[in-house]
């Protein structure tokens, strides 16, 4: 069973509570209170402690300067709740979220922390009660991704609804997935929240939409950020995960669309590894899924690169997403990139998957897994 009734809610962010480690709770929650344009407070209940007692911590990821195409389509958006669930807003390219999809973030951004413990900035509250204050105080709008549920007005499941295991598996889903994203007045910002456990690769559906890929062994958030595991460990799954990266691309190229004379649009990856990469069978997906066959044979030297053309994956001047998948259809990497980048400059946008948001060139994008 999918997440029902998942939506987006567009509000004013007024208050919060929470349960700390002294409130006996196995699924403690952080509970947002909005206001919009209907008379009365509404309620957002966001998780801060997994129910899986294997491991318990969230992974979480703050983007403080969230740039990407969906900010475009929520700007247009009137105070209220949205229903998303079973319309054409929730798959590519539409206003759902997806965090393995949709290119929202930069993986290795991400932390895990357990819910509530003592001492500075080591704990889920450390990180969520600044951004809130923050929101609070400067009376920004608040996108609140979940599930709205009955009884009044309130919204649930603000975390990843994908990629579960046991008795959480019957949640799984694609493009459901929960958020918060806010919008200050000269910026936007993003907090998604997940499980440790939950898997970072997941089928596409139609069938067993959202389970964990593969089905047992498969690897978590927990494996690319938990604290206890070695920088050694977590580079080398890393690499294994991630051999190949987008670093730029040609999305609007000089003169008119398509025609004779204009150059194509192109999309150049980067070896991460010591040794050559065959890259035959894998694929490149622009923003609303329309795929790019990569040629047979097609190979990318040690720490090298190669730029191929995707005719039949036209990346959109309005700001999307690009997405490399490998031979078992696997997300190796993704990006983004929004209307204002297609637009600047020669149309070519460049991708940092290292360097900070803040500190990228007007022609940057953030690389995001």
Do not use: C
Request: no cysteine; glycine share 12%.
């Amino acid at each position: 069973m999918v997440v029902e009734n998942y939506g987006v809610w567009r509000a004013k962010p007024v208050r919060y509570t929470y349960e700390d480690r002294h409130q006996a709770s196995s699924s403690p929650h952080l509970e947002l209170y909005f206001t919009d344009d209907e008379a009365g407070e509404g309620r957002a209940a966001i998780n801060i402690k997994s129910g899986d007692h294997q491991d318990s911590r969230l992974a979480y990821w703050i983007v403080p300067q969230f740039t990407h195409a969906i900010i475009e389509k929520l700007a247009t958006l009137d105070d209220g709740f949205r229903l998303l669930a079973g319309t054409s807003e929730q798959g590519p390219g539409g206003l759902a979220l997806d965090f393995i999809r949709g290119n929202l973030f930069h993986r290795n951004d991400g932390r895990i922390l357990p819910h509530d413990v003592e001492g500075p900035d080591n704990d889920i509250l450390d990180q969520l009660k600044p951004i809130l204050d923050r929101a609070i105080s400067a009376d920004a709008t608040v996108y609140i991704y979940g599930a709205h549920f009955g009884g009044g007005k309130g919204i649930h499941d603000v975390h990843m609804n994908q990629g579960n295991s046991q008795g959480w598996a019957r949640a799984n889903g694609v493009f459901q997935d929960g958020g918060l994203i806010l919008r200050f007045e000269d910026h936007w910002e993003a907090l998604f929240i997940g499980f440790a456990s939950q898997a970072v690769h997941t089928e596409d559906g139609p069938n067993d939409a959202g389970q964990p890929l593969p089905r047992t062994r498969y690897m978590t958030w927990a494996n690319f950020l938990a604290p206890e595991i070695s920088g050694g460990d977590r580079d080398r799954d890393d690499l294994a995960d991630s051999p190949i990266f987008i670093t730029q691309a040609l999305v609007n190229p000089p003169g008119p669309d398509n025609q004779p004379g204009t150059a194509p649009e192109t999309v150049t990856l980067l070896n991460r590894t010591g040794q050559n990469v065959d890259l035959s069978r894998w694929r490149i997906l622009n923003q609303a899924g329309n795929a790019q066959n990569l040629p047979s044979g097609l190979r990318v030297a040690a720490k090298g690169t190669v730029t191929v053309k995707v005719p039949r994956a036209p990346l959109s001047n309005q700001g999307g997403t690009i997405t490399l998948l490998n031979a078992q259809g696997l997300k190796v990497h993704g990006v983004s990139y929004t209307k204002a980048q297609a637009q600047a400059g020669n149309g070519m946008v460049s991708f940092s998957g290292q360097s900070s948001l803040s500190g990228r060139s007007s022609l940057e994008s953030r690389a995001r897994f």
